[in-house]
């Protein structure tokens, strides 16, 4: 594979000059297209042999664009902060808005890769990482995103000449560490694993460019040319794509199968086997509630102590009960380990990136416990049922999602969804009940009355979700919420029962 970036390629100096200020002129102008359409991000991916360029071509991206609109990350060993999330925590909370540009050294290939050569990790794990990626790469390019991928190779002959070259100069040689003369010594090993990687991952939504690296002049210009002709393809195919986006979701609500239903002519749903009726006498709940609170404390200073992490989404109907079940959650815990998220509405920063985009970044730290309440579901829901996402973009949020709460569970965190269903009525009553009660008539919105219009629409939706999301390990906890405290208490117990398993207590 890396055999044709070692055919001794070169570029004169005055030929690159020429060559430079029509590209820079080329890529200014690109770069200004993609900020006024503010459709789709451009990430820049540099990966490759030490000393093969990717810093210098990153600087020189830097100054032949505006920079102004440009990002760049270097990574490292991961912080502490950084450890306690899932590994692509760090990828997600710096991507690029919408408009943008994220350049990126050895970003999400690097850990993978060493683990694999260091022998720390086998080939099935390897794999493993690499399909994440790839899913990940996929999730940002159906997304609007323009993803190059550069794998800047030289010899090992050049490679360690420039090695010793550094290391000889006295104001250069703080740039070599023992690293890199042990990376010298695998070189063999790291070829064959990158070959592995390209080839597992060069796909038409991400492709790898391996340009070769000894000569900076042809390098330079091979990766600012193969950057322009990428940007100018993928805003004349986004152009094409808003052109016929309308006609093609259209065809596809007429081509859209209508959903089963039951003997009265509503959609017919899992929730409709929930038996509503169950309730809890007070003197019940009461005792039940101080013994479960209890349980919860102990437990959580249990999972604190373990820095197990815990992850608690909330979803269902309006007026379900969602945030009286979450405050009798949060009561026997310490204020400083958990973090409530009730979530509307993205804002324009939000709207600016992928939808998944505002849930990373708040993914707690080790032995914390966040909540949200209303989540990424909102995807397959809200957005769903007014328009806000095309027939195309819920549909991939199935696997999506799946994905997702996959890398959450692989990381050790503990996740439950909880599903509190309540019957058309009882909403009707509770939104009664809120307009007649001063401390709570904030509550009640024009939106709550226009949702609950399509009720039925909703329930259909929410149906789906469970269908398509309700995994062995994910799974979905349906919670009967006409009577609160026999929500509140279901809830708890469910809480509890999954720390108990997770802490061995």
């Known amino acids: 594979m890396f055999q044709t970036a070692e055919l001794g390629q070169t570029l004169s100096k005055n030929a690159f000059k020429r060559s430079e200020l029509q590209l820079r002129e080329r890529l200014l102008a690109l770069q200004q297209d993609l900020r006024r359409a503010g459709e789709s991000a451009l990430l820049i991916d540099f990966a490759g042999v030490r000393g093969a360029g990717k810093g210098t071509s990153t600087n020189l991206l830097n100054k032949w664009m505006d920079n102004r609109w440009i990002e760049t990350h270097a990574y490292s060993e991961p912080s502490d902060e950084e450890r306690e999330r899932p590994r692509r925590w760090r990828f997600w909370r710096d991507l690029p808005a919408r408009g943008t540009i994220g350049i990126f050294l050895s970003g999400r290939y690097s850990r993978p890769l060493l683990e694999y050569v260091y022998g720390e990790s086998t080939l099935e794990a390897f794999n493993h990482q690499l399909a994440q990626i790839k ?22 002959d050049v490679q360690r000449e420039r090695l010793e070259k550094l290391a000889e100069d006295p104001l250069q040689n703080w740039r070599i560490s023992p690293e890199d003369w042990t990376h010298l010594e695998l070189y063999d090993r790291f070829v064959d694993a990158a070959e592995h990687l390209i080839a597992y991952t060069n796909t038409g939504q991400a492709p790898w460019e391996i340009v070769e690296g000894t000569d900076y002049h042809f390098r330079s210009i091979r990766v600012g040319n193969v950057l322009a002709e990428s940007l100018e393809r993928h805003l004349s195919q986004h152009q094409i794509r808003r052109k016929y986006a309308a006609e093609i979701e259209q065809e596809r609500r007429d081509l859209a199968v209508p959903a089963a239903r039951d003997k009265d002519g509503s959609p017919a749903t899992i929730m409709q086997g929930l038996n509503l009726s169950l309730t809890l006498d007070k003197h019940r709940y009461q005792g039940q509630l101080e013994t479960l609170q209890a349980r919860l404390s102990t437990l959580h200073q249990q999972a604190v102590r373990q820095r197990l992490t815990t992850i608690l989404v909330f979803e269902g109907p309006d007026a379900a009960g969602k945030s009286g079940a979450i405050r009798h959650l949060t009561d026997p815990l310490e204020a400083h380990t958990y973090k409530v998220y009730p979530f509307s509405a993205p804002t324009d920063e939000e709207l600016a990136h992928h939808y998944l985009w505002r ?96 009720w039925d629409q909703y329930e259909l939706a929410a149906h789906h979700m469970i269908q398509n999301t309700a995994r062995q390990d994910t799974p979905w906890i349906l919670v009967e919420g006409n009577d609160k405290p026999y929500a509140r208490i279901k809830v708890l117990r469910a809480v509890c029962d999954a720390l108990e398993e997770k802490t061995g207590r």
Not at 138 to 153: E, Q, R, S, V, Y
Not at 401 to 422: D, R
Request: charged residues 35%; glycine residues 4%.
């Open 359 to 454: 849930f990373w970044r708040r993914l707690p730290r080790a032995g914390r416990v966040t909540i949200f309440d209303r989540s990424w579901y909102g995807r397959v829901l809200v957005e769903r049922i007014e328009g806000f996402a095309n027939d195309l973009e819920w549909r991939r949020a199935w696997s999506e999602i799946n994905n997702f709460e996959q890398q959450l569970v692989e990381h050790g965190i503990v996740l439950l969804k909880f599903w509190i269903h309540i019957s058309e009525d009882e909403q009707l009553r509770r939104f009664r009940a809120r307009e007649s009660t001063p401390h709570k008539q904030w509550k009640l919105t024009d939106e709550d009355w226009r949702n609950r219009e399509k």
């Open 135 to 156: 899913a990940f790469e996929k999730m940002l390019a159906d997304d609007g995103a323009l993803i190059t991928k550069f794998w800047m190779h030289i010899s090992r």
